[in-house]
């Protein structure tokens, strides 16, 4: 099957198969397992110390070996770690399935980029992104209200449907995915660890050598800090510090993906509307578009830690989410404008390893905070994540001064 229809297709499913998953996840966790502030962030923890060992490693499997394979298996590792949650609802298991899904995720973060920009192009892979953007939040939507049905019989029951999907995600691709432009090692050299630790070496020379890939980099730790309070965090601020509307006497689960289904059509119109006006070949254009967007991140954080009611805890969440869900592609794009094609994936999986340590540095920390108040943990993550816009300020000067950008290689 051609590449990018590939890329859209996977994108529906996983992201269909994936929010059916988290329509429920955090609140199956609270009310099921049983799991509070603390667990819940350390839960999250757990996860990104996973990717932070395995990241680089995986990344380098991806370049030397196979980005097709590292992706195929990297998915079915997390369909099955969605399955073992919902099989076993206790903290420990919760703890395990993080490793398997951590490591599962190694395998297709950088590689999967690598794989859209090397079979599609770099022309083109902007456009793609933003693509498959929109896809996927078309897709989450039918998974939000899949998730709601289903977890208003039982709340693992999202979860269990969810894993199985992503290990249909896994065979789809076995089955269709394309490599076409990739040039693995040659086995004699996949014998030993020289070509890997080449290629380690070689991204970090490219690291050295870019000023804007070490700001990328930069950004990517206080993307990191301040994200695990948000994400482990939000449901229960809602539910319990807030409070949920009484209409209807609808549960949890429900209230929380009708809410997740206006946050996802909000992002595919804002989606359309980056596509259309945003250069996404202009580096200085994409620095000063995820400044705004971080910008509203903050703004988004602050009133919602602070939020009295629900109206306004709900205008602030959805102010947060759809900036947010618009950071993902164009930083992904404008990281690519600076990486070479030889070691994109271990340079993408060194980004995403970074972070994972701002999660986890962060994590423990806003999750004690949590545990004592939750509005707290929201405002510490607002000022921690402040940070990025100086960075991103600079990346949009420095990209000004370089009208043309190394290319992707």
């Known amino acids: 099957m051609d590449a990018y229809r590939v890329h859209l297709a996977r994108a529906a499913l996983f992201h269909l198969s994936s929010t059916t998953v988290w329509a429920a996840m955090m609140v199956y966790q609270i009310q099921v397992v049983g799991l509070g502030p603390l667990q819940l962030v350390l839960v999250g923890t757990t996860m990104e110390t996973t990717i932070l060992l395995f990241e680089i490693p995986t990344g380098i499997v991806a370049d030397v070996s196979s980005r097709r394979a590292s992706v195929i298996a990297g998915t079915c590792l997390m369909g099955a770690a969605y399955l073992g949650q919902a099989a076993v609802p206790t903290f420990a298991a919760m703890l395990a399935a993080q490793v398997v899904w951590g490591i599962g995720y190694t395998f297709t973060s950088g590689a999967y980029d690598a794989w859209v920009v090397d079979e599609i192009g770099a022309a083109r892979a902007g456009d793609a992104f933003v693509r498959a953007g929109q896809v996927a939040r078309a897709a989450s939507i039918a998974g939000l209200g899949l998730g709601a049905a289903l977890g208003a019989i039982h709340l693992a029951l999202p ?36 070509h890997a630790r080449e290629t ?7 690291i050295r050598a870019r000023p804007p890939l070490r700001r990328i980099l930069g950004v990517s730790v206080f993307y990191g800090l301040y994200s695990e309070a948000w994400d482990r965090l939000w449901q229960a601020h809602l539910i319990g510090s807030v409070g949920l509307p009484a209409l209807g006497g609808l549960p949890a689960v429900v209230w929380l993906n009708a809410i997740m289904i206006v946050e996802m059509l909000l992002g595919i119109a804002a989606g359309e509307v980056l596509r259309r006006r945003l250069d996404l070949t202009d580096g200085a254009a994409m620095a000063r578009a995820l400044g705004w967007m971080t910008a509203a991140m903050v703004v988004g954080l602050v009133a919602y830690g602070l939020a009295p009611s629900f109206p306004v805890a709900l205008a602030a969440l959805l102010t947060f989410t759809v900036a947010r869900g618009l950071t993902g592609p164009v930083y992904g794009t404008w990281s690519n404008l600076h990486i070479d094609s030889s070691v994109r994936a271990t340079v993408l999986s060194m980004q995403s390893q970074v972070d994972a340590l701002g999660q986890i540095a962060g994590g423990p920390p806003l999750g004690a905070l949590g545990a004592r108040r939750l509005p707290l943990a929201f405002l510490a993550s607002a000022a921690i994540l402040s940070p ?10 420095g990209a000004r001064a370089l009208p043309t950008p190394p290319g992707p290689g």
Do not use: N, Q, Y
């Open 388 to 397: 990025a816009l100086w960075l991103l300020a600079r990346s949009e000067r």
């Open 200 to 206: 380690l070496v070689d991204g970090l020379r490219v």
């Open 159 to 194: 979860v269990a449907a969810g894993g199985a999907g992503v290990l249909l995600t896994g065979a789809f691709l076995l089955l269709w995915m394309p490599e076409r432009a990739f040039a693995p090692t040659p086995p004699a050299k996949r014998t030993t660890w020289r």
